[in-house]
């Protein structure tokens, strides 16, 4: 179990050091991680939330809506499964790869046509570390299904930005409620009722 300290700890500490990806993904194929939920982000080891209810429905019910409109054939919708994106390697709830599963196998995607972060506690985090490591990795299509405002955020356009925490943000983001409809970039004609992507 990974144990956090408080900043009071912290500070009297030495420099920490980073973890690179390769150091990661070999720790955790020793199984020393056993069955903690892990995700490296800019070289921090970051322990993943516990999911509530109404997330978990989310993390079930939003990728069968997704596959009816990405022909299997071309590409898989992955949930927290990590995807490598430079020396991090994050798990986002759902990601869309260009590719089939035979295409894939054993290989670690490097790219996604589509990322959605399902976000209740993890709001600030998605919509600033987790948006800027999105858009640096260019990301075209970015959403966060927002669960406390029900509503869908969709960040598009990923630019080089001073302002975000690693450089790198979106120049779009819009925000539909769940009487509107939303469609991935990769697939503009499937229209998806972002009341079907809610509990």
Same mark, same amino acid.
């Given at each position: 179990?990974?144990?956090?300290?408080?900043?009071?700890?912290?500070?009297?500490?030495?420099?920490?050091?980073?973890?690179?990806?390769?150091?990661?993904?070999?720790?955790?194929?020793?199984?020393?991680?056993?069955?903690?939920?892990?995700?490296?982000?800019?070289?921090?080891?970051?322990?993943?939330?516990?999911?509530?209810?109404?997330?978990?429905?989310?993390?079930?019910?939003?990728?069968?809506?997704?596959? =009816?409109?990405?022909?299997? #054939? +071309?590409?898989?919708?992955?949930?927290?499964?990590? $995807?490598? !994106?430079? &020396?991090?390697?994050? %798990?986002?709830?759902?990601?869309?790869?260009?590719?089939?599963?035979?295409?894939?196998?054993?290989?670690?995607?490097?790219?996604?046509?589509?990322?959605?972060?399902?976000?209740?506690?993890?709001?600030?985090?998605?919509?600033?570390? =987790?948006?800027?490591?999105? #858009? +640096?990795?260019?990301?075209?299509?970015?959403?966060? $299904?927002? !669960?406390? &405002?029900?509503?869908? %955020?969709?960040?598009?356009?990923?630019?080089e930005m001073a302002d975000k925490p690693l450089g790198f943000g979106y120049r779009s983001a819009q925000v539909f409620n769940d009487?509107?409809?939303?469609?991935?970039?990769?697939?503009?004609?499937?229209?998806?009722?972002?009341?079907?992507?809610?509990?």
């Amino acid at each position: 179990m990974a144990t956090t300290l408080s900043p009071e700890i912290l500070k009297y500490l030495p420099a920490q050091r980073g973890w690179t990806r390769a150091e990661f993904e070999r720790i955790a194929e020793l199984g020393l991680f056993a069955d903690e939920k892990l995700e490296l982000i800019e070289g921090v080891i970051v322990e993943k939330m516990t999911q509530n209810e109404p997330h978990a429905l989310i993390i079930y019910h939003a990728p069968r809506v997704l596959e =009816k409109g990405f022909d299997e #054939a +071309r590409y898989m919708v992955r949930v927290q499964l990590p $995807i490598a !994106l430079g &020396e991090s390697l994050p %798990e986002p709830d759902i990601a869309v790869i260009a590719g089939n599963w035979r295409q894939l196998r054993g290989v670690r995607p490097t790219s996604a046509i589509l990322i959605i972060e399902v976000s209740d506690s993890t709001l600030d985090t998605d919509r600033t570390i =987790k948006a800027s490591l999105y #858009a +640096r990795a260019g990301i075209a299509d970015y959403w966060i $299904i927002n !669960l406390p &405002e029900r509503v869908v %955020e969709i960040h598009r356009e990923p630019a080089e930005m001073a302002d975000k925490p690693l450089g790198f943000g979106y120049r779009s983001a819009q925000v539909f409620n769940d009487t509107q409809s939303v469609a991935p970039l990769a697939a503009s004609e499937f229209s998806i009722a972002v009341a079907d992507l809610l509990p």
